[in-house]
């Protein structure tokens, strides 16, 4: 044999993706910050991680007990619904339906419903 090719048969093929060792002990991930981090986070990131991990992550006396009923505001003039808000919210071009739009979801659903949704392919 020629000596280049002995070359080749003695180098054995080596994968260029390594995977790795599961076997291997692993070490423990010790959290910290991010290098891109704001500077007040990465210096106080003890404080930081204390107060994530204690959460919630709002104050629970702030919050007011659900006592309003459907329909009702409530306390602290927030709306439970969107249609409990003043009509120039709720009442806009993109959220009315016209009579037309409401049809075509009703027959599609219908016809969705009675086809097992074959119908949308027959087309």
């Not at 991990?53 to 927030?78: I, M, R, V, W, Y």
Request: net charge neutral.
């Amino acid at each position: 044999m020629l000596r280049t090719t002995l070359v080749r048969l003695n180098h054995a093929y080596k994968p260029m993706m390594r995977f790795p060792d599961r076997k291997a002990d692993k070490k423990p991930h010790e959290p910290k910050p991010h290098p891109d981090a704001p500077k007040d986070i990465a210096e106080n990131f003890d404080h930081y991680k204390k107060m994530h991990d204690t959460g919630p992550h709002f104050n629970p006396d702030k919050l007011e007990q659900q006592s309003a009923t459907q329909g009702e505001s409530q306390a602290g003039g927030e709306a439970s619904s969107l249609f409990d808000l003043p009509p120039r919210f709720w009442n806009t071009p993109s959220l009315r339906w016209s009579p037309a739009e409401m049809e075509a979801v009703i027959v599609c659903g219908i016809l969705l419903t009675q086809s097992g949704g074959s119908s949308v392919f027959d087309k």
